[in-house]
């Protein structure tokens, strides 16, 4: 799954105007990589969540903008296995 999510989050990348050429699994989130302002972190996170039906809280927002775009798809892929914390939230 997580060649998926590289794949998924490269395309997005794309689509939100960012030059990704030549990215890879490596690739970096922040400055030395992609270049991602704390919005298109956001944005790229809903698009994630509406993907994959994982869930990102604000807390998890910093973290992931310093990830690599292999760390982020290996947590991604870890979400989505994972069982829902809101299934017991709601009893």
């Known amino acids: 799954m997580s060649a998926d999510v590289v794949a998924f989050t490269i395309e997005s990348l794309r689509q939100m105007n ?3 050429d030549g990215a890879d699994g490596d690739t970096v989130f ?3 990589g992609v270049d991602l302002d704390s919005l298109a972190v956001a ?3 809903l698009r994630v969540e509406d993907a994959y039906g994982v ?3 604000e807390e998890d927002m ?3 903008a310093i990830m690599t775009l292999g760390e982020f798809a290996a947590d991604v892929s870890a979400r989505a296995s994972a069982p829902s914390a809101l299934d017991g939230a709601a009893k």
Request: charged share 35%; glycine share 14%; net charge negative.
């Open 43 to 45: 944005e790229l996170a």
């Open 62 to 64: 910093e973290r992931l």
């Open 55 to 57: 869930k990102f809280g």
């Open 18 to 20: 960012f030059d990704v």
């Open 30 to 32: 922040g400055p030395a």
